[in-house]
């Protein structure tokens, strides 16, 4: 079927591997570990990114996790050997950093999910995994290089990764998607 929405489509698939190309598995396999190490998990992004973290955190729930979502008013408090996965794709946002900084003072580490790297956020994490896709801090001129608008990418992305995540963590403790 050719329609309207083909070339979009086609392109967004084409970027969406090209990412996952790139992906360093290192840090996803460190990110594995400070999950099942992890007494309580707390994620937290804001806008469009904090509906990933949010999807996130339910998956992980469902595999049995202690976990909740920053701004809830279920969300724990977190200390030493608990985990924040923060999302700051563009690698910077006050909110993001102050709840970095926060879980760090109490003994927590912080996990970030970026574009960014380089970023005040990641750098400041106790890990950080970089996923190479545009945000919203490169969607204009030349450092456009998505057919989606502004952070789309990224977040499409993020949501991948969460899948990608749970899946192996099923993979790992042997969950069958029945018992999840």
Do not use: W
Not at 23 to 48: H, Q
Not at 111 to 118: G, Y
Request: glycine share 10%; hydrophobic share 45%; with cysteine.
């Amino acid at each position: 079927m050719n329609n309207r929405f083909t070339a979009t489509i086609s392109a967004t698939n084409g970027e969406l591997s090209a990412v996952f190309a790139r992906l360093d598995e290192s840090p996803f396999d460190r990110l594995l570990v400070a999950i099942e190490k992890a007494k309580k998990i707390a994620c937290f992004g804001a806008g469009r990114e904090g509906l990933m973290m949010r999807a996130l955190a339910m998956r992980l729930f469902h595999l049995g996790y202690d976990v909740a979502v920053v701004g809830d008013m279920t969300a724990p408090h977190l200390g030493p050997g608990d985990l924040l996965i923060l999302s700051a794709g563009t690698g910077f946002f006050y909110t993001g950093d102050g709840l970095r900084q926060a879980a760090q003072a109490a003994g927590a580490k912080v996990f970030c999910l970026t574009a960014q790297p380089e970023g005040r956020i990641p750098r400041n994490s106790d890990d950080y995994l970089d996923l190479p896709a545009q945000t919203m801090a490169s969607d204009q001129g030349e450092r456009k290089t998505s057919a989606l608008p502004m952070g789309s990418l990224f977040e499409l992305a993020e949501s991948l990764l969460g899948e990608l995540i749970v899946l192996e963590l099923m993979r790992r403790n042997r969950i069958t998607a029945e018992a999840a």
